[in-house]
Protein backbone atom coordinates (compact mmCIF):
# COMPACT_ATOMS: atom_id res chain seq x y z
CA UNK A 1 0.00 0.00 0.00
CA UNK A 2 2.58 2.76 -1.06
CA UNK A 3 0.54 5.43 -1.91
CA UNK A 4 1.72 9.07 -2.74
CA UNK A 5 -0.27 11.15 -0.34
CA UNK A 6 1.30 13.73 1.39
CA UNK A 7 0.25 14.78 4.79
CA UNK A 8 -0.03 18.08 6.09
CA UNK A 9 -1.49 19.81 9.77
CA UNK A 10 -3.56 22.62 9.18
CA UNK A 11 -3.76 24.29 13.01
CA UNK A 12 -5.54 27.55 13.28
CA UNK A 13 -5.80 29.67 15.76
CA UNK A 14 -7.84 32.66 17.14
CA UNK A 15 -5.92 34.77 20.12
CA UNK A 16 -7.75 38.34 20.73
CA UNK A 17 -8.37 40.04 17.37
CA UNK A 18 -5.70 38.21 15.43
CA UNK A 19 -6.11 35.09 13.41
CA UNK A 20 -3.34 32.92 12.42
CA UNK A 21 -3.27 29.73 10.61
CA UNK A 22 -0.11 27.37 10.20
CA UNK A 23 0.56 24.27 8.15
CA UNK A 24 3.43 21.67 8.72
CA UNK A 25 4.36 18.93 6.50
CA UNK A 26 4.65 15.10 7.55
CA UNK A 27 6.76 12.69 6.66
CA UNK A 28 4.88 9.39 5.43
CA UNK A 29 6.40 6.54 7.21
CA UNK A 30 3.98 3.82 6.53
CA UNK A 31 0.77 3.05 5.32
CA UNK A 32 -1.73 0.23 6.21
CA UNK A 33 -4.81 -0.12 5.63
CA UNK A 34 -6.51 1.66 8.37
CA UNK A 35 -4.01 4.36 9.12
CA UNK A 36 -0.72 6.35 8.19
CA UNK A 37 2.27 6.39 10.65
CA UNK A 38 3.84 9.99 9.96
CA UNK A 39 6.62 11.94 11.61
CA UNK A 40 6.80 15.85 11.79
CA UNK A 41 10.15 17.40 11.55
CA UNK A 42 10.21 16.91 15.66
CA UNK A 43 8.93 14.62 17.57
CA UNK A 44 7.50 11.36 18.26
CA UNK A 45 5.83 9.02 15.47
CA UNK A 46 1.89 9.61 15.41
CA UNK A 47 -0.70 6.96 14.02
CA UNK A 48 -3.74 8.71 12.04
CA UNK A 49 -6.45 6.55 11.54
CA UNK A 50 -8.06 7.06 7.51
CA UNK A 51 -11.49 7.66 8.95
CA UNK A 52 -9.48 10.60 10.98
CA UNK A 53 -7.97 12.64 8.20
CA UNK A 54 -9.47 15.23 7.19
CA UNK A 55 -12.01 15.79 10.13
CA UNK A 56 -10.85 19.23 12.61
CA UNK A 57 -10.38 18.76 16.05
CA UNK A 58 -11.07 20.90 18.69
CA UNK A 59 -8.10 21.55 20.67
CA UNK A 60 -9.64 24.40 23.30
CA UNK A 61 -9.84 22.30 26.27
CA UNK A 62 -11.56 25.44 28.00
CA UNK A 63 -11.88 29.40 26.92
CA UNK A 64 -9.47 31.72 28.43
CA UNK A 65 -7.33 34.11 27.67
CA UNK A 66 -9.28 34.79 24.29
CA UNK A 67 -7.81 31.97 22.78
CA UNK A 68 -9.83 29.17 20.63
CA UNK A 69 -8.04 26.76 18.31
CA UNK A 70 -8.69 23.63 16.21
CA UNK A 71 -6.59 21.21 13.54
CA UNK A 72 -6.46 18.72 11.20
CA UNK A 73 -4.08 16.21 9.54
CA UNK A 74 -5.01 16.20 5.66
CA UNK A 75 -3.70 15.74 2.25
CA UNK A 76 -1.89 18.31 1.00
CA UNK A 77 -4.54 19.13 -1.87
CA UNK A 78 -7.16 19.70 0.76
CA UNK A 79 -5.24 22.48 2.84
CA UNK A 80 -7.69 25.12 1.82
CA UNK A 81 -10.93 22.94 2.30
CA UNK A 82 -9.69 22.41 5.94
CA UNK A 83 -9.14 26.22 6.63
CA UNK A 84 -12.06 27.04 5.64
CA UNK A 85 -13.99 24.45 8.00
CA UNK A 86 -12.16 25.63 10.75
CA UNK A 87 -13.13 29.34 10.26
CA UNK A 88 -16.57 27.44 10.33
CA UNK A 89 -15.88 24.94 13.35
CA UNK A 90 -14.05 28.26 15.49
CA UNK A 91 -17.13 31.04 14.45
CA UNK A 92 -19.89 28.26 15.48
CA UNK A 93 -17.47 27.94 18.50
CA UNK A 94 -17.66 31.95 19.20
CA UNK A 95 -21.43 32.06 18.77
CA UNK A 96 -21.89 28.99 21.08
CA UNK A 97 -19.40 30.84 23.91
CA UNK A 98 -21.42 34.08 22.68
CA UNK A 99 -25.11 32.72 23.27
CA UNK A 100 -24.00 30.87 26.60
CA UNK A 101 -23.11 34.40 27.77
CA UNK A 102 -26.19 36.11 26.36
CA UNK A 103 -27.51 33.67 28.80
CA UNK A 104 -26.01 34.12 31.94
CA UNK A 105 -26.15 37.86 31.76
CA UNK A 106 -30.38 37.07 31.50
CA UNK A 107 -29.85 35.20 35.04
CA UNK A 108 -27.99 37.75 36.76
CA UNK A 109 -30.43 40.43 35.73
CA UNK A 110 -33.46 38.30 37.22
CA UNK A 111 -31.36 38.10 40.14
CA UNK A 112 -30.65 42.20 40.64
CA UNK A 113 -31.55 43.56 43.67
CA UNK A 114 -33.61 46.75 43.89
CA UNK A 115 -31.30 49.49 46.35
CA UNK A 116 -34.73 49.78 47.95
CA UNK A 117 -34.38 45.99 49.17
CA UNK A 118 -31.63 47.67 51.18
CA UNK A 119 -33.14 50.48 52.82
CA UNK A 120 -35.48 48.30 54.75
CA UNK A 121 -36.01 47.70 58.32
CA UNK A 122 -35.61 43.78 59.71
Known amino acids: MNSHIKIVKVS ?3 ERDEFAVKVSHWKLLLETSRYYEIRGEEGPVK ?9 V ?45 HLNMKAIQRQSICPEDFNQPE
Open 47 to 55: RIYKEKLNT
Open 12 to 14: AAI
Open 57 to 101: VDETKSYSAGQLSCSAFCAEERINEMQIEMLRKLQLKINQYMNEL
